[in-house]
């Protein structure tokens, strides 16, 4: 493939976001295509993330339009939360479009793009309907390093969690499940989070978590690689609860699975169909249904060394068979030859 110049209207303007930086940015920069940030003209393609104003871009005239469409907006949801995000979405500008429900957006932008890059089959399914060139490609991980499992049986047990402030409702949720056992935890996240829109209503984090998980111990640290890499170290045992209630979440890849996995944490998570096919794939436990599951697997792996060192050998070995760079860039250069 020649070098391309590729047009980004970028999550973050800086390539830094996770969504940027573990995506494109990973393999334009791995077989040098150069990124130009805001650019749709005199370009070999346009890439358009979801945090822009897509439904405009999507209308552009020119080059090849491309769209990262990695959430699962296009879920079944209550019409009443599809129109308020619609709402919101056309008030504060992010869609300079009349208020309606915020699927029909999503809809009609996949269906003007030139191609739809989403996270998953299951989101696949959702927008085939509006766009039949689709690719479904995970995340980078190769920043996390690649650890190996390592037990200390005269450490204190402790849980994992890392995650954005999005997904904290889930490990708030989970606490009937963890606090008559008083497991310690260790928590990765960013020291603040907006409850509307990402922008709006500032709240502190450990303010938060300290009103929500009770008399749950726990360890908070901003989310740094060196802070994920040096508690993942001193932790047994992930955990990856996701509220339910919330369509986008039940539609979540298995991106963070896989990164605990690299970081040599067994893991257990909510029954989500990406974190079953894994599950499957492995032949190892990792989904659980209820708080009575949770509380059942967590005691479980806690009295079992060898249950732990299996599952993360197991999920690295998949790893290595399914999810390497290599094999990641190949997808992406395969998307883009396609409208070549």
Excluded at 208 to 220: A, E, S, T, V, Y
């Amino acid at each position: 493939m020649k070098r391309l110049r590729i047009g980004i209207y970028p999550l973050s303007s800086d390539l830094t976001h996770p969504g940027d930086r573990r995506r494109i940015v990973s393999w334009a920069r791995s077989r040098n295509h150069q990124l130009l940030i805001g650019e749709s003209k005199k370009v070999d393609f346009v890439f358009i993330s979801e945090g822009s104003d897509f439904l405009a871009l999507s209308q552009l005239k020119g080059p090849p339009k491309v769209f990262d469409l990695i959430d699962g907006y296009l879920a079944p949801q209550l019409v009443t939360s599809d129109y308020l995000r619609g709402l919101l979405k056309s008030a504060f500008r992010q869609h300079l479009t009349y208020p309606r429900l915020y699927t029909s957006i999503v809809k009609e932008a996949c269906s003007r793009m030139d191609m739809v890059i989403c996270s998953s089959p299951e989101q696949r399914t959702t927008i085939k309907p509006y766009n039949s060139n689709l690719h479904v490609i995970l995340d980078n991980h190769s920043e996390f390093p690649l650890l190996k499992f390592n037990h200390n049986s005269d450490a204190r047990f402790s849980l994992f969690w890392e995650g954005t402030t999005h997904t904290l409702r889930g490990l708030e949720k989970l606490i009937n499940a963890l606090a008559p056992e008083h497991i310690p935890i260790n928590i990765i996240t960013d020291p603040t989070h907006h409850r509307l829109m990402g922008k709006y209503f500032k709240e502190d984090v450990l303010q938060r978590l300290n009103r929500k998980l009770g008399d749950i111990p726990f360890h908070f640290n901003s989310w740094s690689m060196e802070n994920v890499v040096s508690n993942a170290k001193e932790s047994s045992l992930a955990v990856l609860p996701l509220d339910l209630s919330n369509r986008l979440q039940v539609m979540k890849p298995e991106n963070r699975l896989l990164i605990m996995f690299r970081l040599g944490l067994p893991c257990l998570t909510s029954n989500l169909v990406s974190y079953k096919r894994v599950e499957n794939s492995i032949l190892s436990k990792v989904t659980c249904d209820s708080y009575e599951d949770w509380s059942e697997s967590i005691r479980r792996f806690r009295h079992d060394p060898d249950l732990m060192e299996q599952q993360v050998a197991r999920g690295q070995r998949y790893l290595l068979e399914n999810h390497t760079e290599e094999m990641l860039f190949s997808k992406w250069d395969q998307a883009f030859e396609s409208l070549m």
